[in-house]
């Protein structure tokens, strides 16, 4: 009989046991669960392009600046759009002229990164539509001639072309990394497609603000991004 009531009291000790470790195994389960679910921060991120400033501060003959901001849509999806301004100067040996103007760009991104628990990092890639209102400053141009009995003239003239536009499609692919709670380092690069453009008469857009340089050959253009922005949380889902 006392042997029995041992028996019992071991099955007793074990079943508590075992049913305290089940439960708090379920409630860590329970927990990582909850971080889960609410680590993903919704809200709006804003920023400016530390590169703009930089070749403002080094490259002659550019001035400009850019303000990004983007807003989670899904886990993945985000709603993007950058605004800008650019002033660039060209002096050739042929040509001197002067571009200045505004732009926008309206698109979306996706993070194909799978960030771990408490990390809000992201590889992602998206695409803008880009367009830009600006004027042309022709200061100067190098008159063309074949014939060897007049020597080429320089003509000094200035003319504005004001009201111009220009739109294109770009693809953009970047890193984006939190280097502090909420705050975000991000370098990208971008293939841009020129859709259409208004060209002064007998003279060509040699740049267009939010497009960059553009080449007679080539509807294609390139461009990069180092920005720095903050995120303001709204709500986590």
Known sequence: MKTTHILLFYISVFCVSFSTVAQEDTEKEEAVLDSTVTNNKYGIRVGTDLSKFARTAFEKGYSGFEVMGDFRVTDKFYAAAEI????KERFEDNLNSITTGSYAKLGFDYNAYNNWIGMENAIFAGLRYGFSTFKQELL?????????DFPQT???NPVDYKGLTGHWLELIVGIKT???NNLYLSVNLQLKRKLG??????FGNLYIPGFNRTYDFSEFGVGYGYTISYLIPIFKK
């Not at 800008?84 to 002033?87: A, D, P, Q, V």
């Not at 100067?140 to 060897?148: A, G, I, P, R």
């Not at 453009?197 to 007998?202: A, H, V």
């Open 178 to 180: 939190e280097i502090l």
């Open 154 to 156: 320089f003509k000094d």
């Open 197 to 202: 453009e208004d060209e002064p008469d007998n």
């Open 84 to 87: 800008g301004n650019e002033k």
């Open 140 to 148: 100067s141009y190098q008159v063309y001639t074949t014939n060897q």
